[in-house]
């Protein structure tokens, strides 16, 4: 429901790091999302072609990593993976832990084709 | 960590960073959170919260759980304690912010539209609409949604989510995100036990712990009262709290977003 705003943001971040860049496309954007971030990645890729309509991200390749939830037991220090609604030790069983992984929503990358780059290929043509 | 000059590329992502790529296309390593825009701007909100000393609770849970009765319930308790203001938020109508009004404490409706949640922004307008002069406790209800409202930080200090005993006691298995992300949850409705004997407050508890939530869960009732005074004792204890650090300058986030930093600095 809220991941058309969330790909908004998205295309936002986006549009900054190509201008930073002076990019004139974008090709690949690469995601990593827990299942515990509260945005389903299907529902994120089907908003993308929406959100990213006329900005310089239309058309690029969204890849979504899906992060594993992990926790770190307090207990017996044991690092094991979960399930999103079990949040418990994998090992003892203690509930006294800490996500070590799972909640992340983060743009990780982005391939893009600098101003520079078309250049230099117009100059060998 | 600057996430600009490369020194946020660690042996964990170095395979992201340095791949390699097709003629002509450059790769940027980013790993910023995608709700970076809203999360500084909840900072902000926050900022503005703490230089006038006031304590944000965030109300979460599903339509019809109880949020505005269990306002109305607490408002009638401490109106001669503290001064409260609210926030509303719904998809249509005053009617809530109208509720809050009749017992003579001043709301603020924020009708979202199709929005299925608050963002900081529209809570940035609304603190804009607001005069919070002497305010000591400012309450969100947040749209009644179990999925969405649990990913937007607003610039709270808390975050509260009920469950009712009409609902089920599975609820906090199924909306793990949202229960995860509560300071303190609110078992509401009680009144009602007697006649639904398939809800068990004991399996709701036992859910709630499966998440690895030491969060207190309060059970009452907003129309009879029962259960009342654990509630208002646990709002008096966290306002106290935030002032003692609001007093040592620190910066308290909802327990979720707290872990959510720690963890992303540490392994990206």
């Given at each position: 429901m809220h991941e058309l705003s969330v790909c908004q943001a998205l295309i936002r971040q986006i549009e900054i790091i190509a201008e930073e860049q002076h990019a004139v496309d974008v090709k690949t954007v690469y995601l990593r999302i827990g299942p515990l971030s509260g945005i389903e990645p299907a529902l994120l890729a089907q908003a993308y072609p929406l959100a990213s309509a006329g900005s310089v991200a239309f058309g690029a390749e969204l890849r979504i990593e899906i992060a594993a939830v992990r926790v770190r037991c307090q207990h017996c220090h044991a690092e094991t993976e979960v399930l999103p609604n079990r949040l418990i030790c994998g090992e003892c069983g203690d509930w006294h832990t800490q996500l070590i992984g799972g909640d992340e929503m983060l743009l990780t990358r982005i391939e893009l084709v600098k101003r520079s780059a078309v250049l230099m290929e117009a100059q060998h043509v | 960590m600057c996430e600009t000059c490369g020194c946020n590329v660690t042996h964990g992502n170095r395979h992201l960073a340095y791949a390699k790529n097709e003629l002509g296309v450059s790769a940027v390593t980013v790993l910023k959170n995608l709700l970076s825009e809203n999360d500084s701007q909840a900072a902000h909100n926050r900022a503005h919260f703490d230089q006038q000393k006031i304590f944000v609770v965030n109300l979460m849970s599903a339509p019809g759980s109880g949020k505005t009765a269990l306002l109305e319930a607490t408002i009638d308790a401490l109106r001669d304690e503290f001064r409260l203001a609210v926030i509303e938020g719904d998809l249509e109508t005053e009617n809530d912010a109208e509720r809050i009004r009749k017992k003579g404490v001043p709301a603020y409706q924020i009708t979202?539209?199709?929005?299925?949640h608050l963002d900081a922004h529209m809570i940035h307008t609304a603190l804009h609409q607001m005069n919070l002069t002497d305010v000591d406790i400012v309450f969100i209800e947040n749209v009644?949604?179990?999925?969405?409202?649990?990913?937007?930080?607003?610039?709270?200090h808390a975050n509260v989510a009920l469950l009712s005993v009409t609902e089920g006691d599975d609820k906090p298995a199924k909306y793990p995100v949202m229960f995860r992300a509560a300071d303190a949850v609110v078992l509401s409705k009680i009144d009602l036990l007697p006649v639904l004997d398939d809800f068990k407050p004991v399996l709701a508890e036992y859910a709630l712990r499966q998440l690895a939530s030491s969060a207190p869960l309060i059970s009452l009732s907003a129309k009879t009262k029962a259960g009342l005074p654990a509630w208002l004792e646990w709002l008096r204890e966290q306002r106290a709290a935030q002032g003692e650090r609001v007093r040592r300058g620190e910066i308290r986030r909802p327990r979720i977003q707290g872990d959510g930093v720690r963890f992303h600095a540490a392994s990206v």
């Open positions: - | 979202t539209g199709s929005a299925c009644g949604n179990l999925v969405c409202p649990a990913s937007f930080d607003l610039g709270q």
